[in-house]
Nanobody
């Protein structure tokens, strides 16, 4: 599986961005795509993920707060992360990741496939 992420950029606080990640290769079965982020000087953390077979989703418990929505387009093998009401604390490199599992894991070690990061910068 190969992943190609896009859509990062710079916005002011309160703005919105939509990240996209396209997958190529095996995307059937217990396929999961998700997003992680790595703020400056911090470890990589889970943002959201979606299961391809049934669109079941999982979000980070703390900072998402209903501001982010993950969705997928099976016809394009693409996952999206719509981020609204962005805050400076959302500044990070965002990574697309994929896994095959029956459960959506939040640990980056459980994901076998990674796309390149895309920078999101939110200014106050």
């Amino acid at each position: 599986v190969q992943l190609q992420a896009s859509g990062g950029g710079s916005v002011q606080a309160g703005g919105s961005l939509r990240l996209s990640c396209s997958a190529s290769g095996r995307t059937f079965g217990n396929f999961i795509m998700g997003w992680f982020r790595q703020p400056p000087g911090k470890e990589r953390e889970f943002v959201a993920a979606i299961m391809w077979s049934n669109s079941r989703t999982r979000y980070a418990d703390d900072f998402v707060k209903g501001r982010f929505t993950i969705s997928r387009d099976n016809t394009r093998d693409t996952v999206y992360l719509q981020m609204n009401n962005l805050e400076p604390e959302d500044t990070a490199v965002y990574y697309c990741a994929a896994d095959f599992d029956i459960n959506i894991n939040m640990s980056p070690e459980r994901y076998d496939y990674w796309g390149q990061g895309t920078q999101v910068t939110v200014s106050s």
